[in-house]
């Protein structure tokens, strides 16, 4: 009885050391998965716009959801485990044959039967931390939805600190739960192994009292087969899943190596001295050109353009689809470098100049606006943490110049509506109004509109166009289209042809310009 309870505290000791062991592998396990996939998407937020172009969205998405806990969780635990189990197998085997294959198949039908009754009552945990799992997987592809499909918003609002916190808030809870959630799936293991050895030396136990049979004729034999038994079955589990989960998924790592390597690089590089630029006097262009790969070949967007424009001074782009327009809002607001040639902020050339800074006083909109699965409120002010306080005066002065009173009157919660990511339940003109809006509340001291009112109606355009004119914060109002009807709304107007611009200057001096009027009519 002596030597029986000895037997059972020390395999009892080993079941604690054992699930101690489990726990600090999985959570430490999955902690590397999460400090890897932030890495990754760091990288992946600070990539410049046009490297951001040619990544596929894709791919970048399905990386950090998916190939990076694949490797974590499928290939690199099991390749450890495969090669410390593989060389003592080899011997376990040989060992427990010489004993008895007989007695070796019923051990095996017990643990069976043993498993799915400790498995039967660790499910609901592991279904609470399931849970948990699936919530904060929707918030992080929420999140990567918002940043990398939003990106020109995201980097010229200055958002990064708020996806990365989000970001890392919640693949950390999905580090956590996904630990917790393998230690209950694999602890059953530990305890039927000890369970086993327990019942047989209370076995051993009872055939010695009760039914007198000599311990020392069996316990060798016996003592040899729980040993080798102990050792073995676990062992040949974790080889057998060790190299067919590592053959399975040996591909993931291939998936995001280059990524993980390059943000290694990226943290590596020092951060320069540049030129803060708060409010703009000037911004020149100085024979800029602009043009990148399409199947290895160049192609050029921008040949050589030249012009000034001067603090107060507003601007309309005009120009047919194609005809490069977008592309020199993206030099104009710093999210695209020229090819040749240099643009300058305030007589500092462009690279020299702190882009965060930059995006901080400007504001752009698009044709096509990204929204967020929050309030009318919320994707106006851009203020998800409550952190801000808002200011009720100015944010009624947007909603008017904005032309949204009449929309947050027709909606039941008004301002609180809900609104989904896609704003299905908006039309074309009001999306474009609200983020118009969200551009206005930022106070910009340079407003960009890239056909960005297309959706709305002749009138409506023409009074907020109006309405933008009265801001007395805006020094630099830039208007992409293809209508000349806007042209008497702007200081300044460029006419853009297949990426050389054939006019500019002021609109009165247009209007004597009949043949490219003309031309551009026609055409």
């Known amino acids: 009885i002596i030597y029986g309870s000895i037997t059972i505290m020390l395999f009892s000791i080993t079941l604690i050391i054992n699930l101690i062991a489990l726990w600090v592998t999985y959570t430490y396990n999955q902690k590397i998965g999460a400090i890897t996939k932030y890495q990754i998407f760091k990288y992946y937020l600070n990539l410049n716009y046009i ?71 660790s499910k609901l945990k592991i279904k609470i931390y399931g849970k948990s799992v699936s919530k904060a997987t929707k918030v992080i592809y ?54 086993v050895i327990a019942i047989l030396v209370l076995l051993l136990i009872f055939l010695n009292q009760i039914l007198g049979v000599s311990v020392q004729s069996i316990i060798p034999s016996a003592s040899a087969f729980l040993l080798i038994g102990y050792r073995l079955l676990p062992s040949l589990q974790i080889i057998y899943g060790a190299y067919s989960n590592f053959k399975l998924h040996e591909d993931s790592f291939k998936e995001f190596k280059e990524d993980l390597s390059l943000s290694s690089i990226n943290d590596k590089v020092v951060k320069e001295n540049k030129q803060e630029i708060k409010l703009l006097e000037s911004l020149e262009f100085k024979d800029v050109s602009f043009s990148f790969l399409i199947n290895n070949k160049e192609k050029n967007i921008l040949n050589n353009i030249n012009f000034k424009l001067q603090k107060k001074q507003s601007l309309i782009i005009i120009g047919k689809s194609g005809s490069g327009k977008s592309t020199l809002l993206d030099l104009m607001t710093g999210m695209l470098e020229p090819t040749s040639g240099s643009i300058k902020f305030n007589n500092f050339n462009l690279n020299k100049v702190n882009l965060n800074n930059w995006y901080n006083s400007i504001s752009y ?148 310009e009949t043949e490219i009027i003309r031309k551009y009519n026609k055409k």
């Open 365 to 512: 909109v698009s044709q096509n606006n990204f929204f967020y699965d929050n309030t009318l409120l919320k994707n106006i002010t851009l203020d998800f943490n409550d952190k801000k306080k808002i200011d009720s005066v100015f944010l009624d002065k947007i909603i008017k110049y904005s032309e949204l009173e009449e929309l947050i009157k027709q909606k039941e919660d008004g301002i609180n509506q809900l609104i989904n990511e896609s704003a299905s339940n908006l039309s074309g003109g009001q999306k474009q109004r609200i983020a118009l809006a969200r551009a206005l509340y930022k106070k910009p001291s340079m407003l960009f509109l890239d056909e960005a009112m297309n959706s709305m109606d002749i009138i409506l355009e023409d009074k907020i166009m109006k309405n933008i004119n009265k801001l007395d914060f805006i020094d630099n109002f830039i208007m992409v289209t293809h209508n000349l009807d806007y042209i008497n709304h702007f200081d300044k107007v460029c006419i853009i042809e297949n990426g050389v611009i054939k006019y500019f200057g002021s609109n009165q001096n247009l209007n004597n």
């Open 142 to 195: 929420q999140n990567l939805n918002y940043s990398i499909g939003g990106f020109r918003e995201m980097k010229l609002n200055n958002l990064q600190s708020r996806f990365f916190s989000i970001f890392d808030k919640n693949v950390n809870i999905l580090a956590n739960s996904r630990g917790r959630g393998q230690f209950l799936y694999n602890s059953p293991k530990v305890i039927i192994e000890i369970s």
């Open 51 to 121: 490297d951001h172009l040619q990544k596929n969205k894709l791919n970048m998405t399905k990386t950090l959801s998916q190939e990076v806990s694949r490797f974590v969780e499928n290939c690199l635990q099991n390749f450890l485990n495969f090669n410390s189990r593989l060389f003592l197998t080899f011997f376990l085997i040989v060992s427990l044959f010489l004993i008895s294959i007989k007695f070796t198949l019923y051990c095996f039908a017990f643990i069976a039967s043993f498993y799915l009754i400790i498995l039967f009552f």
